[in-house]
């Protein structure tokens, strides 16, 4: 009998609620393990739909529907960081990673409704256990939410579905219905904070000018990319016209709102501040030196991989020892940033995904004159996730390194810093994706031999994974003064064990599923 990978990803995924739920104790945690109950039954509905073309879009074939650890990632995120508060006495973020938590549920709860409604005949026990699950929820909500952060979770809903109907219907094939809910939903989430941040920007003069860079370039290319994918229904983008009218609206975007914006969030001039923020020590300048170095390798790699792919050769893609040299690359460009200084790092990555969206842009519309060019030289690189007309590997894998980054819990941290576990959050991108997806992936396709029942991936693969991480563990310990284990030595190997196995069986994009999960298990 064949082992369904679809229900191994289930079982770790459960292994980590339940981790989760152990380790909080609260209503919340008993809401997500309902959750997770309703989501993994919901996920055979939309796995049934999308093998039979019933979906109401087009979604990114070759995989399995992905909604039930999708599902799972922003109600966890929520509690580890309330866990972090509630410990430090910080009620303000207690409740905002309470809305985190609840927000999460309902973009879950939406998908499974889409997914029942469709659905025909229709599943009577599925609808029953949605219906079990999801009243539990709503009772639990209604007893610990205010009615502010209750309207709150609802702008969120209310943004997740206009911008699913949007970006769905104009980028069909490039997500599964859960990467589409966790990339949309975190979207969503972070348009609808601007927005209440913009609206009450006069509380914003203590803040930290550093956190609005992301949500600002995020809005930002997201805007751009509407407005455009919706006027280019209508003319040809390959034009020079095109092109000169692409480049002086993202121009207008950008002088004539964002740096406004971000003057009005941040109480400083953008450009001003970001000059004076790396030019604080000559360290930053070597830093940023570095850094470029690092940029020109990856650029000469691409053109040097270009440069070999001759005319009448078959061969279309790299290979995946080719392909992870980027993951080494994000390793090399990472690790000095987290030990030397995590600002400039948090902006560096930034400005690196503004520049990525917007090269993506540039290709995806053949704006001239990079367009055509980006599009000869990323074919190379291309792999089965990428069936739809974006290419957003490298978008994910920056994304995966990033997110541990820009999630750290710094007003729920003590004054020494998190200590155990906690300690590696920030690097749980760089074990998961860095380290981790790229030992699997180069040791699994060269010497792996023994496969994990009904997949690909070999268990010498998640063995040396699991190896490598935990040596690099004891890398960053001695490199990084700020990090002390003491006793979770054993947490720490546990939970990048479970995260291994999600790897072997995942068929989602692992380079943004990997590093979160990790990061809620380090949090606890």
Same mark, same amino acid.
């Given at each position: ?47 049934? /739909? ?17 909604? %039930? ?101 104009? %980028? ?26 913009? %609206? ?54 950008? /002088? ?102 917007? %090269? ?161 298990? /380090?949090?606890?």
């Amino acid at each position: 009998m064949q082992t369904d990978p679809v229900l191994v990803e289930s079982l770790v995924v459960f292994s980590i609620v339940l981790c989760v739920h152990t380790a909080v104790w609260n209503q919340l945690s008993w809401c997500c393990i309902a959750l997770a109950v309703q989501a993994f039954y919901v996920q055979l509905k939309w796995d049934r /739909l999308l093998r039979t073309g019933a979906a109401v879009f087009q979604f990114r074939p070759s995989a399995n529907s992905g909604v %039930l650890p999708a599902s799972m990632v922003l109600p966890l995120l929520g509690l580890a960081l309330r866990g972090r508060c509630v410990a430090v006495g910080n009620v303000y973020f207690e409740r905002f990673a309470m809305v985190i938590t609840v927000t999460g549920m309902m973009l879950a709860l939406f998908l499974s409704l889409i997914a029942l409604g469709i659905t025909r005949p229709v599943p009577t026990n599925t609808c029953v256990i949605a219906g079990i699950a999801g009243s539990a929820i709503l009772y639990t909500v209604k007893q610990m939410l205010t009615v502010s952060e209750v309207i709150e979770v609802l702008e969120v809903l209310l943004i997740f579905v206009y911008l699913s109907l949007i970006l769905l219907y104009l %980028l069909p094939r490039c997500f599964t219905p859960g990467e589409a809910l966790l990339v949309l939903g975190g979207v969503s989430f972070i348009i609808n904070q601007l927005i209440k941040r913009s %609206l009450a920007s006069a509380a914003n003069a203590n803040a930290d000018p550093l956190h609005f860079f992301l949500p600002v370039a995020v809005v930002g290319c997201v805007l751009l990319g509407v407005f455009f994918a919706v006027l280019f229904l209508f003319m040809e983008s390959e034009t020079w016209a095109a092109s000169v009218f692409f480049h002086l609206m993202t121009a207008v975007l950008g /002088l004539g709102l964002l740096v406004p914006w971000l003057s009005l969030l941040t109480q400083h001039h953008p450009v001003a501040w970001i000059f004076h923020f790396m030019t604080l020590s000559n360290a930053r300048l070597w830093l940023l030196a570095y850094w470029s170095f690092l940029a020109l390798v990856a650029v000469v790699v691409v053109l040097r991989q270009n440069g070999r792919r001759s005319g009448s050769s078959k061969k279309q893609q790299v290979s995946t020892a080719v392909r992870k040299y980027f993951h080494l690359l994000v390793v090399l460009t990472f690790v000095p940033g987290l030990v030397l200084d995590r600002p400039l790092l948090h902006l560096a990555a930034v400005v690196c995904l503004a520049a990525f969206l917007f %090269l993506e842009l540039v290709r995806f519309f053949r704006i001239r004159p990079l367009g055509a060019p980006l599009r000869r030289l990323l074919t190379l690189f291309l792999d089965e996730r990428d069936s739809g007309p974006l290419i957003l590997t490298h978008i994910y894998l920056l994304l995966g390194v990033s997110l541990p980054v820009w999630l750290s819990p710094g007003p729920c941290t003590p004054k020494g810093g998190l200590g155990g576990a906690g300690g590696l959050v920030p690097y749980a991108g760089v074990l998961a994706v860095g380290v981790g997806d790229t030992v699997a992936s180069v040791f699994g396709s060269t010497v792996g031999e023994i496969r994990w029942p009904g997949t690909k991936k070999t268990f010498e693969g998640t063995a040396t994974s699991v190896f490598a991480q935990v040596i690099a563990v004891v890398i960053f310990l001695i490199a990084d003064g700020s990090i002390n284990l003491n006793a979770s030595y054993s947490w720490v190997v546990g939970s990048v064990a479970m995260v291994a196995m999600l790897e072997a069986y995942t068929s989602q994009i692992d380079n943004l599923l990997l590093p979160l999960y990790l990061y809620v298990l /380090l949090l606890l």
